[in-house]
């Protein structure tokens, strides 16, 4: 951290003195580094942008249109928190409190939630797990039918447009063929909302009454169960997925409480579970989500289409 940046999180955090730089994580393939500043007043979160010169993907998809889709989710991040990030009451984020390119580098100066007792967990229970779909209804509701301006005309990391790779790698000739139809039957749904578009466990956090989220490099056009879906498969096992959806969609519609928009959504809940399994089948086919449930969604979405 440069002689500049350490001035302006002092000026804009109204602190005298940085006491400690706490590493939370490296980001994806070697982009930057999300830290904790403890000042002498608070602590803040830096999100530390810089492109490497040779990016290292762990599995192995490096190529020029990669490195512009990950350049692109952190525009489209900082233009998010610029713009759109304004408080939703039941879906608590971090506030902004500065952004910036320097020559080198570009950067966010965030609240640390911690602050507030926001603690991320590695596993959650029933309790937890409703939190996480009671932010994401509030979120989802409060941003239905709102354009994406500046953000990703689509939300989430493997929407069709941004994986022609992945696709092009996809062994099952019957989805591959399906892809674009999928896709173009979730795009043009009549209710579309901002997804977060990266919804798992690790990007929630939780203090003693309510969930907040974090990470909003995809966050974009779509509808909402993309984001339900996804972070299902990051807390459930194969049967557990099974087992837990009927309850889970029941209170994420409670939640929502708009009848027309549940009634459109629980209908394409497949064809969100197969565009994801599409992505995964071309980008790590041995990945452990590719299971039995996800299997399941595929050959009734395929059934569906008559191919």
Request: net charge neutral; proline share 3%; charged share 25%.
């Amino acid at each position: 951290m440069d002689d500049f940046l350490k001035a302006l999180i002092l000026e804009k955090a109204q602190a005298s003195q940085i006491l400690k730089i706490e590493l939370i994580q490296e980001l994806w393939s070697g982009y930057g580094q999300l830290s904790r500043l403890t000042l002498n007043n608070k602590s803040v979160i830096l999100k530390l942008i810089q492109f490497p010169k040779n990016s290292s993907h762990p599995r192995g998809w490096n190529s020029q249109f990669s490195h512009e889709r990950k350049k692109k989710s952190y525009q489209v991040e900082t233009h998010w928190y610029q713009n759109s990030a304004n408080p939703i009451s039941g879906a608590r984020t971090a506030q902004l409190i500065a952004s910036g390119r320097q020559e080198n580098y570009s950067y966010l100066i965030l609240e640390d939630l911690r602050n507030s007792n926001f603690l991320p967990k590695a596993s959650i229970n029933k309790e937890e797990r409703q939190r996480c779909l009671s932010w994401l209804a509030h979120f989802h509701r409060t941003n239905l039918a709102k354009e994406p301006d500046g953000l990703w005309k689509i939300g989430t990391y493997w929407h069709l447009e941004t994986r022609p790779q992945e696709l092009e790698a996809l062994k099952d000739e019957d989805l591959k063929k399906a892809a674009p139809l999928i896709d173009q039957k979730l795009n043009r749904a009549k209710f579309q909302t901002l997804v977060h578009g990266d919804a798992k466990l690790s990007n929630f956090l939780f203090n003693e009454s309510e969930a907040a989220a974090v990470d909003f490099q995809y966050i974009g056009g779509g509808i909402g169960l993309k984001d339900v879906a996804y972070f299902l498969s990051s807390i459930f096992q194969e049967e557990e997925l099974g087992r837990y959806e009927k309850e889970c969609l029941e209170y994420y519609f409670k939640k929502l409480n708009l009848p027309e928009v549940e009634e459109e959504w629980r209908e394409l809940y497949s064809f969100v579970w197969c565009d994801f399994y599409r992505f995964l089948l071309g980008w790590s086919p041995g990945h452990y989500k590719i299971n039995s449930y996800s299997l399941k969604m595929k050959e009734s979405v395929i059934s569906s289409l008559e191919l």
